[in-house]
């Protein structure tokens, strides 16, 4: 057994099934609407992320106690222009091909 499987072979009633169907829909719609809101945030999350620059280039970063250092524009991160920012919710989920059944392949 890994880490990555840890799946316990056992058998669920059908009203458990039913339950965990339940909880799956509401969970997915549930994290649909945090991704909505989050997705929404972004024009926000923009300006964030333009204030926390120039903070940088004017104030610095803390090197040790009071002394800071300017970074320059030049050593900035850049965003990639086909790239958007990302709500990950899934936990422990490499990707959606992971088995979630226990059974490789």
């Known amino acids: 057994m890994t880490f990555k499987n840890l799946y316990i072979d056992h058998e669920r009633s059908s009203e458990a099934e039913e339950w965990v169907k339940e909880e799956l829909a509401e969970q997915e719609e ?6 909505a809101a989050m997705e929404a945030l972004a024009p ?6 333009q204030e926390f620059f120039d903070r940088l280039l ?3 970063f803390n090197l ?11 050593d900035l991160p850049v965003k990639p222009a086909d790239r958007k920012d ?3 919710w899934k936990y422990g989920v490499d990707s959606d091909d992971t088995p979630r059944n226990g059974k490789e392949g």
């Open 58 to 60: 004017t104030n610095g």
């Open 64 to 74: 040790d106690g009071d002394d800071k250092m300017p970074i320059p524009e030049s």
């Open 86 to 88: 990302q709500v990950v």
């Open 44 to 49: 926000t999350r923009e300006k964030w992320y």
């Open 30 to 35: 549930r994290f649909a609407q945090i991704e």
